[in-house]
C-alpha cells in the first residue's frame, strides 16, 4: 500500500477510537488471575476482553419453548444425502485451491468416552489468505474461486470422521485496535437431540494469536483451551500430499470440548 493510499475501513467506528491489543492483554490476565481455581470447559458469560459478548447474550430469563413446535421451524442442513466428495473441500470446483492442503480427522465421543455413531458432522472455514465466502466479510484478503470453505460427513460406527481441506488463514476482526483471530476450522454437531446445534472451532498447534485472541482466552481453564488444539499427527499426514492433525470432539462430561453459545456470531 503506497504512503497516500487510504487504509480500507475494516473495523466499526475510527480506529484510534478502538481499545489497544495491550489493554485487551492486560485484561485477559487479570481475569484470568481472578478465576485461577476455575476448571471450567466453557468460556465465562461476561468476558470483558471479548468486548461483544455482553451485547448478543440473553439478560433475561428463558422462554421454554415446545421442542415439536421448534422442530417444525429449525433450519435444514442440506437437502440431499451426505455426498462422499463433501468430506473433501479440495475437489468441489474444477481447479486446485491455493494453500497447504490438510487432513484432519478424530472421533466424535460421549462424556463416558464411547463412540457417536451416525453423527453429523459440518465444518466451515476462511480460505488460505483468512476470507470466507461470506457477504459480511469484507476485508481486503482476496477470494479463491476454487475454495468455498464448507463440507460435511456422517461419522463412522466408530465415531471417527476424516475431512480433507485448506489449511485457513488468520484475519481480522473488530473487536479492538489490530485484533486477529488465530487459523481455526468451525465445527458443527447435533447434541442430545435435533433441535440442539452444537458449535465449536478447532485451532492449530502453535498459533502465537493463542495469547492474544479473547475468543480462545475466554476459557479460564487452561486444559479446556489445549483440548481445542488439535495435534500434529504423522500417521494422517500422506507422502507429498497433506499434512495430517488428529482432533477428538467430546460432548459431554467433565471434559467436554468447549461449544459456543447459541447466539454466538461464530467469528
Do not use: C
Amino acid at each position: 500500500m503506497s504512503a497516500g493510499q487510504e487504509r480500507p475501513e475494516t473495523l466499526d467506528g475510527p480506529v484510534d477510537s478502538l481499545v489497544s491489543q495491550a489493554f485487551i492483554s492486560q485484561q485477559i490476565v487479570d481475569t484470568h488471575a481472578a478465576h485461577a481455581d476455575d476448571a471450567r470447559s466453557h468460556p465465562l458469560r461476561d468476558f470483558a476482553p471479548y468486548r461483544s459478548v455482553a451485547l448478543r447474550h440473553p439478560t433475561h430469563e428463558l422462554v421454554r419453548a415446545d421442542p415439536e413446535e421448534i422442530e417444525l421451524v429449525s433450519p435444514a442442513f442440506g437437502h440431499t444425502d451426505v455426498a462422499a466428495e463433501e468430506s473433501d473441500l479440495t475437489i468441489q470446483h474444477t481447479g486446485e485451491p491455493i494453500g497447504e492442503r490438510i487432513i484432519v480427522s478424530g472421533r466424535i465421543l460421549d462424556g463416558e468416552g464411547r463412540p457417536v455413531r451416525g453423527q453429523l458432522v459440518e465444518i466451515w472455514q476462511a480460505n488460505a489468505a483468512g476470507r470466507y465466502v461470506h457477504k459480511r466479510d469484507q476485508h481486503p484478503a482476496p477470494l479463491d474461486p476454487n475454495f468455498t470453505g464448507v463440507g460435511r460427513i456422517i461419522t463412522s460406527d466408530n465415531g471417527e470422521y476424516r475431512l480433507t481441506t485448506i489449511k485457513p488463514g488468520a484475519y481480522p476482526w473488530k473487536n479492538h485496535r489490530n485484533a486477529w483471530r488465530p487459523a481455526h476450522i468451525h465445527f458443527s454437531l447435533f447434541g442430545t437431540q435435533f433441535t440442539q446445534r452444537l458449535i465449536t472451532q478447532m485451532y492449530f498447534p502453535g498459533d502465537p494469536l493463542f495469547a492474544l485472541d479473547p475468543i480462545y482466552q475466554s476459557i479460564v481453564d487452561p486444559a479446556a483451551r489445549a483440548r481445542l488444539v488439535a495435534n500434529y499427527d504423522h500417521d494422517v499426514s500422506e507422502h507429498e500430499w497433506a499434512i495430517g492433525y488428529k482432533w477428538d470432539i467430546v460432548l459431554t462430561g467433565s471434559k467436554s470440548t468447549w461449544m459456543e453459545p447459541e447466539d454466538d456470531d461464530h467469528a
